[in-house]
Each structure stands twice: as structure tokens, then as C-alpha cells.
């Protein structure tokens, strides 16, 4: 949801020189600025009517600046709003005037203070008071439980044999969180390296994952969890791996197929496998001259075949990740 300089210059002008005027932006929260850890907020950001043009609204965290979320409004829906702003904070745009996303306050937003903006204008600030600090068993220390773990990728599309890079991320925490890596029902976090983060007495723990994957892992599921005490341990959400791979051919034919000299022989090779499905095209040439394509599809057919057609020939199916292994079927012709 990108605007062009030149649509924001214009709009800006337009609204110094009067010709679209807004007289406020009125940000609350529900149901309280004061707010246990972890605890879920609803920010509501309330426009004067007949807002100037374009109207977009930022969300954001003051003190280190951190965009939350920007909602565009349609016909009560939220129009070319990211990802994001839909899966982690639940935006909603119910009119042309009111706006409004859920957070889930974590640690590090003491006495951190949050704004709704337009191009135009911004709102008045909330600033949080955020109580959870609890003392973790058996030590003398005040520490936090890791309270979320991020996987950040939304989408992992990959063709076989690649490299899938992915990364988990924990909120503050004290002491500092360990994470593990799952693809299904196994455990892969050798294939994975950490690094944390500190703020004052708080870390966040971050986490690479690099890992191959083959044809088989096409379906499972791939997630991360986090945990820093006995009781605390959190999991992100999952994440479905999709992998491509190129055909897999081969044919019911008896082989040799076996035919009269002057019939018809018909040649079949079907796709056993192939993540596309689709699209996929056909090649058949004779194995002493595989530079000649013969035919372009699966069933290939010989009409008043003669002795010198016998021989092997090779079929092969192409999708976009790339071309089978060629299946292969002798034919032999008989006399009559």
C-alpha cells in the first residue's frame, strides 16, 4: 500500500491551502492503558468527519519508532492492508472515521507511549504501564517469562534440494529464552543458530534456521518454540512447507511392447508425481536419437507401424521446476 510522491504532495497542498481541512485525531484504548503482560488492548483511532484525502492510518510505537500497522479504509473493510496488520493485530476499519487494532502488550512497552496518524495529522499519545514483573522460582532474581515467539516468514514455497532460511523471534525476556526448531514430528534445531538482544535486564532471543528440504517434506509442518523457565515455554504458530519438484513418469505398457508389423501401436506414459500438477508438457524421442521429438503429448501413436520402428523410446515430463527421468519402453514389431 504504497502512495506515489507526487499523489502525497498534492494531497498535502491541498489540505495547507484549505481546500481539505481536519480539525483532530482522537486515539483510546480499551480497556485500559494499565495492562498486565501479555495482556490484549484494543487501540480505537477516531477521525473528524470528512477527513482530506487519502486517508490512511499508521499506528505506531514511539521510542525506538516502530510502525504497528496501516489500515486503509473500504466500504467498512480494511482495503490493501498487510499481512501483518490482519494476523498479529486484528485491524478493522468499521467506518470512514474509526479505526482500530488489537495488540498483546508485551514487557518492553513500559512507559512506552503509542500514536495514531494520518499524512496530515497525528493523534494525542497513550502511554502504557505494564505490571508483570514475577519472581521466577527457586532464585532470589526477578526474571520474565517469555511471553511470544515469532515465526517471521508467512509463506515457505521452495523447490526441492533448496535452502529454506527462516527466523523465530522472542519477545524480552530474563533470563534469556532457548529455542527449538520442529518440522512435524522432528526435532531440527542443530540446523539452527541463536543470537540475543539486551535491554536493560531483559534479552530476546533470535534464531536462523538454514535447512535443505527434499520432495518429502512437501506438507509438513514447521514451527518454533521458546521457553526460558520450568513453567514458560511457547510455540509460534506453524507454518506449511510447500515444496516443488519436477515430474515423476512412468508406463503400464508390458515391456517389450509386442506388436504386429502394419497395426497400430499406442504408446501411454502417465505422471506419477510433480508438485505443480499442472502445465506440464510431453516429450517422447527414440533412445539412438533423443535430439528428434517425436511426439508432444502423453499417449503417443504409431499408425501401420513397420519392422524398423522397433527399438526404445523414451518419454519424458516437463513442469516448471523442471523435466522428469525418462521412462522407457521397448517396442517390438513382428511379422505378420
Known amino acids: 500500500m504504497l502512495f506515489r510522491l507526487d499523489r502525497l504532495i498534492y494531497y498535502a ?9 481536519s480539525t483532530g485525531l482522537n486515539l483510546t484504548i480499551t480497556p485500559s492503558r494499565n495492562v498486565e503482560v501479555n495482556q490484549s488492548v484494543t487501540l480505537h483511532c477516531e477521525l473528524d468527519p470528512n477527513p482530506p484525502p487519502p486517508v490512511v492510518v499508521i499506528f505506531s510505537l514511539q521510542s525506538p519508532f516502530t510502525t504497528l500497522c496501516v489500515v486503509e479504509p473500504w466500504n467498512g473493510e ?38 495514531c496518524e494520518t499524512f496530515f495529522e497525528r493523534s494525542n499519545s497513550i502511554i502504557f504501564s505494564v505490571n508483570g514483573m514475577l519472581r521466577i522460582r527457586n532464585t532470589s532474581n526477578f ?11 508467512t509463506t515457505i514455497v521452495v523447490s526441492a534440494g533448496q535452502m529454506i532460511n527462516l527466523t523465530c523471534v522472542t519477545s524480552y525476556s530474563n533470563p534469556a529464552a532457548t529455542i527449538s526448531w520442529h518440522k512435524s514430528s522432528e526435532d531440527i534445531t542443530p540446523q539452527s543458530t541463536s543470537e ?18 527434499v520432495k518429502e517434506d512437501n506438507g509438513k509442518q514447521i514451527y518454533c518454540r521458546a521457553n526460558n523457565t520450568m513453567d514458560a515455554s511457547i510455540t509460534s504458530s506453524m507454518r506449511t512447507i510447500i515444496v516443488l ?31 505443480p500438477n499442472t502445465n506440464i508438457t510431453w516429450r517422447w524421442v527414440k533412445i539412438n536419437s533423443t ?42 514389431v513382428l511379422c505378420m
Do not use: F
Open 291 to 332: 535430439n528428434d521429438v517425436l511426439h508432444t503429448g502423453r499417449t503417443y501413436t504409431i499408425p501401420n507401424i513397420k519392422r524398423d520402428r522397433s527399438g526404445s523410446y523414451i518419454c519424458r515430463a516437463s513442469n516448471k521446476v523442471g523435466t522428469s527421468e525418462g521412462a522407457v519402453i521397448d517396442i517390438d
Open 13 to 21: 497542498c491541498l489540505n495547507w491551502l484549505g481546500m481539505a481541512r
Open 196 to 213: 540475543t538482544l539486551t535491554k536493560g535486564s531483559l534479552v530476546r532471543t533470535i534464531s536462523s534456521l538454514r535447512s535443505i528440504v
Open 78 to 115: 480494511c482495503k490493501n492492508t498487510p499481512d501483518p496488520c490482519r494476523n498479529l493485530y486484528n485491524a478493522s476499519c468499521p467506518s470512514d472515521t474509526r479505526y482500530s487494532i488489537q495488540v498483546k502488550v508485551p514487557m518492553d512497552w513500559n512507559g512506552a507511549s503509542v500514536v
Open 143 to 153: 526474571g520474565l517469562p517469555v511471553s511470544s515467539v515469532n515465526l517471521t516468514q
Open 245 to 275: 519438484y519436477k515430474p515423476e513418469v512412468s508406463s503400464s505398457l508390458s515391456n517389450p511392447y509386442r506388436v504386429i508389423e502394419g497395426e497400430t501401436a499406442t504408446l501411454l506414459c502417465t505422471v506419477t508425481d510433480a508438485n
